[in-house]
């Protein structure tokens, strides 16, 4: 069923092609790769009606996904809610506001379970019967989970100082977990040359190309949901880069096989300010980031050298949109207006896409009377340490009638 035909160079494509492997770097210009799709046949093949009947999972638009066979991880993966969010709306002053909710994604609550059921899928597919990662935390999450229910050996890399639930919420499915001490830039360097001396399927790196791919299902989602229909404004935070420019490239997919009409789709970055090179290198007018050693609550965005950072930056300049960046406090004000207004526990990253919204609507960069979307990828349960002095505690009392009614609210 495949409608994958080769792999391509995304910097000197279409010159270089290349089969279908575990490659993710261009032998030419080590730039990254990207599968080329035969998207003639996929029009003929893929309908609305044909996707309307399928199970609510991510897999519903399987044709536009990286793998040959049927896939075998993640049948439950994605499909998680559009929430209409007129709280928030009100008091940000936007006429049409969504929340896209990947903290509540199968298995691991957060957008990493899409491109592990990808990558995963891949890897069967591939012959590997070893996976891993380099991660921030929530790739940990859903490389361990998944490979759990996909029984794969897994070996799961983390920088040692993640947040506690992060580090248990890796360790609970038995797999091979090393904290490494150092940053997630040196983890992900150590990966590159723990996977030279094995035959082992990397997610995030020799496995990248098929993996990146796995989050343009959100933006499938978003369209689907919102009634086949192409938003006018999305607000994705960044790590690497990938999931902004992946959800724009899903749009545009859907729009040129004719899926949704072209609403001229725009979307914004985020980042935390202790962790910003690529929206530092937008709001500068740079054609390229400076690598940066990260100090943020937003520990799942903490890349400071980005894989796609370049892609990211260069897309953002192209459609002449935006990205910004927010500081912890700003952060932490965010997860809780979230919480407040749409009864939504977003982590650290969620508030860094609420937070710089918000300031991309007050200096104007979004437009309060257009439709925007907020990509929210995951989930607060994860992320607690940062709010612990931050939030109103609980009035402490016996069980007595008469200290309930002393309370001074
Ligand atoms: C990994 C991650 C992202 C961003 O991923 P990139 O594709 O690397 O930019 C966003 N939010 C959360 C919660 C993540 O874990
Ligand atoms: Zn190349």
Redesign the pocket.
């Known amino acids: 069923m495949s409608f994958v035909t080769c792999l391509k160079c995304i910097d000197c494509s279409p010159a270089c092609e290349f089969e279908k492997q575990a490659l993710y770097v261009c032998d030419d210009c080590f730039g990254p790769l990207e599968p080329s799709y035969d998207y003639e046949r996929i029009k003929e093949e893929l309908t609305i009606d044909k996707i309307s009947k399928r199970p609510k999972n991510m897999w519903r638009y399987k044709e536009l996904l990286p793998i040959d066979n049927e896939p075998t991880v993640g049948m439950n993966t994605g499909f998680t809610p559009l929430i209409k969010a007129n709280n928030l709306a009100e008091v940000l002053g936007v006429k049409n506001l969504y929340i896209k909710n990947?903290?509540v994604n199968f298995p691991s609550l957060?957008?990493?379970d899409r491109?592990v059921a990808v990558a995963l899928s891949k890897a069967i597919e591939l012959g590997f019967d070893t996976v891993g990662c380099a991660s921030?935390?929530?790739?940990a999450n859903s490389v361990a989970a998944h490979s759990a229910s996909a029984k794969l050996n897994s070996f799961i890399f983390i920088p040692s100082n993640l947040e506690e639930a992060k580090i248990l919420g890796t360790s609970i499915y038995g797999k091979n977990v090393i904290g490494v001490n150092g940053n997630y830039d040196e983890v992900n360097r150590l990966c590159t040359e723990v996977i030279g001396s094995n035959k082992w399927g990397f997610v995030?790196i020799n496995l990248r190309t098929y993996y990146?791919e796995g989050?343009k299902t959100v933006g499938y989602e978003i369209a689907e949901q919102l009634g086949w229909k192409a938003p006018k404004n999305i607000v994705?935070?960044?790590?690497?880069?990938?999931?902004?420019t992946?959800i724009y490239k899903s749009i545009n997919e859907l729009v040129d096989l004719g899926l949704v009409e072209d609403n001229q789709t725009k979307i914004y970055g985020a980042q935390a300010s202790g962790c910003s090179p690529i929206s530092t290198a937008v709001k500068n007018g740079w054609e390229t980031f400076k690598p940066v050693k990260p100090d943020t609550i937003a520990k799942?965005?903490a890349?400071g050298n980005?894989?796609?950072g370049l892609n990211?930056i260069n897309l953002l300049n192209d459609i002449n949109s935006y990205s910004e960046d927010v500081s912890d406090d700003e952060i932490v004000s965010a997860m809780k207006l979230l919480a407040e207004t749409e009864g939504i526990f977003t982590?650290?990253?969620?508030g860094?896409?609420l937070g710089c919204t918000i300031k991309m609507l007050e200096n104007g960069k979004i437009n309060k009377d257009e439709d925007l979307v907020l990509?929210i990828?995951?989930n607060g349960l994860k992320t607690q340490d940062p709010l612990v002095n931050n939030i109103k505690k609980p009035f402490i009392i016996n069980p007595k009638l008469d200290e309930f009614n002393k309370i001074k609210y």
């Open positions: 990947d903290g957060s957008f990493k491109v921030t935390g929530n790739l995030n990146a989050s994705v935070c960044m790590a690497s880069g990938s999931l902004l992946k799942s965005l890349i980005p894989a796609d990211a982590e650290t990253a969620g860094v896409t990509v990828t995951g």
